[in-house]
C-alpha cells in the first residue's frame, strides 16, 4: 500500500482494459466528426480529470476542430454541491461556435449541469456533452449525453486521468479503487462487475 495516502485505498481490478479504451475512444471520434463535419468546433475539456481521454479522442477525430481547457475544483471543499469554481477559464471565445464539453465522468450530473449553464452565457450556437464514463445510477440531474463512452457501476473508479487525491491518473486501463472496505462510491448501493456500453458486453 502506498504510504503517501491518508486512508488505506486499494486497486480492485480493472474495469475497463485499455484496448477497450482505444477502441471505443476510436468510436467516438468517428461519431463526433460525423456529427460535427463543417461546424466550428470548439472541444472545451474539463481539467484535470478528462485531459487523457480529451487527447486521445483529437486524435481519433478527423474533422477540424480548435481545443480549450477549463478548470474547475469543488467549491470551498463542498464535493456534491454542483457549484464549482473555475480554476482556470477558457482562453478563447466560443460565441457563435459548436461546443463541445468533455468531461471523464457524470456521476450526478450536477457539475456537468453548472458547466453546461455557464457555458451557454456565452452565446455558443450549441453545447453538447462527450463523457467518457457514465454512473447513471447516481444521476440527480437528468443530462441529455449524446457521446458517452461507457455505462459504469456505482463504484469509484481511477486512471485514463482520473484520480483518487491526485494519484493514479497515468493508469492506462480504469480500475476500480476500494475505499475505506468497500469498492463502491456509496455505501448502500448495487454495483455489477462490468463497464457497460453499446459497444461493450
Ligand atoms: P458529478 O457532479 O457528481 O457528476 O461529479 C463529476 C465529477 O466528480 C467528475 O468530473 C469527477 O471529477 C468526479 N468523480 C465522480 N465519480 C468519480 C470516480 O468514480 N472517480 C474519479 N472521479 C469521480
Known sequence: MKSFLTTEPELQKVLIP??????RVSELGQEISQAFDGKDLAIVAILKGSFVFAADLLRAMTTEC???????????????????RITKDLDESIAGRSVLLVED????????????????????????????????ARRIIDLPIPYRGFEIPDVFVVGYGMDYQQHYRNLPHIAILRLNGSPKSQPDSTDSDQADSRNVS
Not at 485499455?18 to 477502441?23: A, G, K, T
Not at 480548435?66 to 464549482?84: E, L, R
Open 18 to 23: 485499455q484496448n477497450r479504451l482505444q477502441e
Open 66 to 84: 480548435s481545443i480549450d481547457f477549463m478548470g474547475i475544483s469543488s467549491y470551498a471543499g463542498q464535493p456534491g454541491s454542483g457549484v464549482v
Open 105 to 136: 465522468i457524470i456521476d450526478t450530473g450536477l457539475t456537468a449541469n453548472y458547466l453546461l449553464h455557464t457555458l451557454k452565457q456565452r452565446k455558443p450556437a450549441s453545447v453538447d456533452i462527450c463523457a467518457l464514463l457514465d454512473k447513471s
